[in-house]
Nanobody, 126 residues
């Protein structure tokens, strides 16, 4: 079973950037498709971005397309989320999640991800 730990959250002004990291242990990350989700207070946990196990396929929520970039370094067992042009609406707890290599990352439902990290807070001030 894979364990996931997010880092890189913090407080940033609108228009700024942050890079989140998700470090995996327990299993080789190349065996998993990976996703990032976020949850603001009182809201559902929403899909942000996903990447296939080999990094060739990526998917983004419309709200972050063109501003966020998901990437992975399987040699380092780490997935990243580069967030640029941040807006106050991006404020949330960000979670990384993993699914099996044979599950499609084009299915963005959080129900398809059995493994989750504990989350990292991102706060964007106006």
């Amino acid at each position: 079973q894979v364990q996931l730990v997010e880092s890189g959250g913090g407080v940033v002004q609108a228009g700024g950037s942050l890079r989140l990291s998700c470090a995996a242990s327990g299993r080789t990350l190349s065996n998993y498709g990976m996703g990032w989700f976020r949850q603001a207070p009182g809201n559902e946990r929403d899909f942000v971005a996903a990447i296939s196990s080999n990094g060739r396929l990526t998917y983004y929520a419309d709200s972050v397309k063109g501003r966020f970039t998901i990437s992975r370094d399987n040699a380092k067992n780490t997935v990243y989320l580069q967030m640029n042009s941040l807006k106050p609406a991006d404020t949330a707890v960000y979670y990384c999640a993993a699914k099996g290599i044979y599950q499609s990352v084009s299915d963005t439902s959080k129900m398809t991800y059995p493994y989750w990290g504990q989350g990292t807070q991102v706060t964007v001030s106006s």
